[in-house]
Nanobody, 124 residues
Framework: QVQLVESGGGLVQAGGSLRLSCAASGRTFSRYAMGWFRQAPGKEREFVAAISWSGRTTSYADSVKGRFTISRDNGKNTVYLQMNSLKPEETAVYYC?????????????????WGQGTQVTVSS
């Protein structure tokens, strides 16, 4: 079964850090780019970060540059999102996604496989 499973979400105070993980199975994970998106209540899903199949190319939303870091371990079929200096407005469900070209994309429509999401709550 092809699936993505996120973990690592939780409650953190403003200024704190969390590390999200996304474990992939059922697909040749190392061939594809991966992305992280988030969706707050009442808002559209937005791009956070993406990483190419090799890990050499990354892309970040302007709002998270310098604070978030995306990485991957193809041997473990896992992609990570290290989030530092978190802000209350970043409270959302965070999703990881996989696509099929190996190239980073910021548009969620480019991704064909999604995880169930993990809740991140940042208290003020």
């Amino acid at each position: 079964q092809v699936q993505l499973v996120e973990s690592g979400g939780g409650l953190v105070q403003a200024g704190g850090s969390l590390r999200l993980s996304c474990a992939a199975s059922g697909r040749t994970f190392s061939r594809y780019a991966m992305g992280w998106f988030r969706q707050a209540p009442g808002k559209e899903r937005e791009f956070v970060a993406a990483i190419s199949w090799s890990g050499r190319t990354t892309s970040y939303a302007d709002s998270v540059k310098g604070r978030f870091t995306i990485s991957r371990d193809n041997g473990k079929n896992t992609v990570y999102l290290q989030m530092n200096s978190l802000k209350p407005e970043e409270t959302a469900v965070y999703y990881c996604a996989s696509e099929r070209t190996g190239v980073v994309h910021t548009n969620p429509s480019a991704y064909d496989l999604w995880g169930q999401g993990t809740q991140v709550t940042v208290s003020s």
